[in-house]
């Protein structure tokens, strides 16, 4: 079984930066991606990519700050945020898809197959 682990949330000004990471452990992933979840709001996609061809997708909300990315090995699934703004504020989960089709689909209902606990964003003004 895949499990994943979150790490690097935290509190930041607008306009500051956070790199996020997810330690993968288990089975190789056709695709991964990264959520978020706000008080009182639906879960969305923020940033997806495939491990295999690198190929990526982001929200319209986050394209040209947020970056996602994977080391060769594909132990480790990173988020890097520039440019934050108050409404990134969420909690961030980790998710992977095991096997083709991926079920990580930004802006599209996702049914990935693990989860991570989440880490906490929050952005101040």
């Known amino acids: 079984q895949v499990q994943l682990r979150e790490s690097g949330g935290g509190s930041v000004r607008e306009g500051g930066s956070l790199r996020l990471s997810c330690s993968v452990s288990?089975?190789?992933?056709?695709?991964m991606g990264w959520f978020r979840q706000a008080p009182g709001k639906e879960r969305e996609g923020v940033a997806s990519?495939?491990?295999?061809?690198?190929?990526?997708e982001y929200a319209a909300s986050v394209k040209g700050r947020f970056t996602i990315s994977r080391d060769d090995a594909g132990t480790t699934l990173y988020l890097q945020m520039n440019s934050l703004k108050s409404e990134d504020t969420a909690m961030y989960y980790c998710?992977?898809?095991?096997?083709?089709?991926?079920?990580?689909?930004?802006?599209?209902?996702?049914?990935?197959?693990?989860w991570g606990p989440g880490t906490q964003v929050t952005v101040s003004s």
């Open positions: 998710a992977a898809s095991v096997q083709p089709p991926c079920r990580i689909r930004i802006g599209l209902p996702s049914r990935p197959d693990q």
């Open positions: 288990g089975y190789a992933n056709y695709c």
């Open positions: 990519i495939y491990i295999g061809s690198k190929a990526t």
